[in-house]
């Protein structure tokens, strides 16, 4: 892959971007260990959903992976059956979103005076940047004047569609697919949320995040399958375990950016939707959002909200 036109990043952004955890924690070096699947509670009955109801409001939430293989069947009777009947669906973004607000995303990645990629990064890591980029048919000009959490992302964009993942199969962007343009469909963020978060990361952890990405264990390994079969297992704890855990450990600040920060600002909206928006309403957003002890569930249970997973 050498080039992309707008449309298909736009795409890429909506679905995939706004949880750039699919690169920093879905990541094959990072895939669920063996001792989780084998789990005897957990059959693989499909990726797990969840529904939290009052007298006039049924909430479902569904975590989804924002890039997948194509011959993958995730799609549960289940999930299909809410999906069709939902009254207003949420993803975190859409691409039905103001083109607007994708350019703007873009711009946010373009780096100040001494801030992009090629003055912060030292001569090795520049090596290897240019190793990486060559491999997936890119060049290391290219990416002169952004910022090292942008050129992050795109590179992530490139080596998981050379492994065989595309967010083009992932779970919002068939949906997106599938949804008649008549249907209620809204995002719980702006795209430039994702986008302004991660230009408050300092230099080292920007840097950081992007290394990270670049090891040759992560780049030679196959799709996570250990990871894909936990989330078709519809296991959290197992998602949390083998791939967010390690990401609150060694990356703390990402963590609370993409994780634990908007978990936060999604489940007071959600709380917000349950008092005043009848109807049934359907929420897909990253499977890691749903798992762990910063997860959207723990959040609205704390709020009062009683989830139940099926």
């Known amino acids: 892959m050498t080039s992309w036109t707008f449309r298909e990043i736009r795409n890429a952004v909506s679905a995939w971007v706004a949880a750039l955890t699919v690169s920093l924690s879905f990541s094959p070096a990072q895939a669920a260990p063996a001792e989780f699947l084998g789990d005897t509670r957990f059959e693989m009955s499909g990726p797990a959903m969840w529904l939290i109801e009052d007298e006039d409001t049924e909430l479902y939430l569904f975590g989804s992976v ?5 011959e993958l069947d995730w799609r549960r009777d289940e999930f299909i059956e ?11 973004t859409t691409t039905r979103d103001s083109s607007d607000d994708f350019l703007a995303f873009f711009r946010m990645g373009i780096a100040g005076p001494g801030e992009s990629l090629h003055d912060v990064l030292d001569t090795d890591q520049l090596e290897r940047l240019a190793e990486v980029l060559a491999d997936v048919g890119l060049d290391l000009e290219s990416f002169r004047g952004q910022k090292p959490w ?4 795109m590179i992530s964009f490139a080596v998981m569609d050379m492994q065989g993942a595309a967010a083009e199969d992932g779970v919002e962007a068939w949906m997106e697919r599938q949804l008649s343009l008549d249907r209620d469909v809204r995002s719980l963020e ?12 300092t230099t080292e952890e920007q840097i950081d995040m992007l290394m990270d990405g670049l090891s040759d264990e992560e780049l030679s390994a196959p799709v996570g399958e250990n990871m894909l079969r936990a989330w078709m297992k519809g296991n959290p704890d197992g998602l949390y375990r083998g791939s967010f855990r390690e990401m609150s450990e060694e990356q703390p600040g990402v963590y609370e950016i993409m994780i634990t920060r908007r978990n936060t600002q999604w489940a007071e909206t959600l709380d917000t939707l349950m008092d005043d928006q009848p109807g049934r309403i359907l929420v897909v957003v990253g499977a890691g959002h749903l798992a762990g002890p910063e997860s959207v569930i723990l959040m609205m249970e704390e709020l009062g909200w009683e989830a139940e997973q099926f």
Request: negative net charge; aromatic residues 12%.
């Open 82 to 92: 809410v999906m069709n009947t939902a009254d207003i669906i949420f993803f975190e």
């Open 66 to 70: 924002h890039a997948l293989p194509p």
């Open 190 to 201: 702006n795209a430039l949320v994702v986008a302004e978060s991660f230009s408050e990361l």
């Open 150 to 153: 942008f050129a992050s992302l």
